[in-house]
């Protein structure tokens, strides 16, 4: 862009300091303006940018300076530049037209892939969050297909939605991933944490914000919570007992699942722990993730 920018004022220039440009002959007379019109169109939709436009900027002003000073081309310098003139705006233009060309081929294979992950994805599965038997169909559609589903630590409504616009962009499911940390964040670290309350009030609001504007970015999205050790056991009761509440009115849980790491912990110890959450968590359909360590 540089380079047709200091031809075209070069030959601007130059046309500016002729003795007598009324004398050019009609035919460069029109090169000239169909150039310098491609070369402001394209100027208009492709703009220059860092060193390059620096760049071109300064030469700008040297030739206005140059132009401002007493000139003695001669009559026969304008005929060539308005063919300078044109073929800078036809140069210029070809460029703008091969741009587009690969912007409009990127646009389709963004389109493609969008359409191959949807189309193919089990019929259980709906933009919004999943849970209980769709949420197993993802799971294993994504085995089956060899593919990860992002799972990301969230501390706000910003970073949700955050996650949410990247699988609405990127055309696939989306994993929003609650720690025990992030949810007393989302609550507010001023608030009351006594038995974890301030955790579990802010993974639940977390989880209600989701629910909530999920389906908007019409991506299928899996709520989950993060690494709990044995400590923090009163953080998962009381999302659990969140999830049997919400199942009581709607169905389904609040949550689709929960991660439950007691890796810490002797191996039968954690199994068995782990074993009597299996058994409540299945009265409302939600999945466990458990960590048995090394």
């Known amino acids: 862009q540089a380079v047709l920018a ?32 491609a070369y402001c169109a394209t100027t208009a939709f492709v703009a220059p940018t860092g060193q390059t436009s620096e760049r071109a900027t300064q030469q700008t002003r040297s030739l206005r300076q140059q132009s401002s000073q007493p000139h003695t081309q001669s009559q026969a310098a304008a005929p060539l530049a308005a063919l300078a003139l044109g073929a800078a705006g036809a140069a210029a233009c070809a460029a703008t037209a091969k741009a587009g060309k690969r912007q409009a081929r990127a646009k389709v294979v963004r389109a493609a892939v969008a359409e191959k992950v949807f189309a ?25 297909n060899e593919f990860a589903i992002p799972g990301v630590n969230i501390v706000g409504t910003g970073s949700i939605n955050a996650c949410m616009e990247a699988a609405k ?19 507010g670290k001023a608030a009351d944490n006594t038995d974890d309350a301030a955790c579990i009030a802010g993974s639940v609001a977390g989880a209600l914000h989701v629910r909530t504007v999920a389906k908007l970015y019409g991506v299928p999205v899996i709520l989950h919570t993060d690494h709990c050790q044995k400590a923090w056991l009163p953080w998962f009761d009381g999302m659990l007992k969140a999830n049997e509440e919400y199942f009581e009115k709607n169905g389904e849980p609040l949550f689709s699942s929960h991660m439950l790491d007691l890796s810490e912990e002797p191996l039968e110890e954690n199994i068995a722990i782990c074993k009597k959450y299996l058994e409540r968590m299945a009265k409302f359909n939600c999945l466990l993730e458990m960590e048995l360590g090394v």
């Open 120 to 144: 193919k994805m089990p019929a259980t599965v709906k933009p919004g969050v999943v849970t209980g038997q769709a949420l197993v169909d993802l799971l294993n559609y994504a085995k089956e």
């Open 6 to 37: 200091q031809a075209v004022v070069r030959s601007v220039v130059v046309l500016w300091s002729s003795p007598s440009p009324a004398a050019m002959p009609s035919k460069m007379a029109s090169a000239a303006l169909a150039g310098a019109a």
């Open 169 to 187: 962009k990127a055309g696939g499911p989306i994993m929003v991933t609650f720690s025990r940390g992030g949810g007393q964040f989302i609550a």
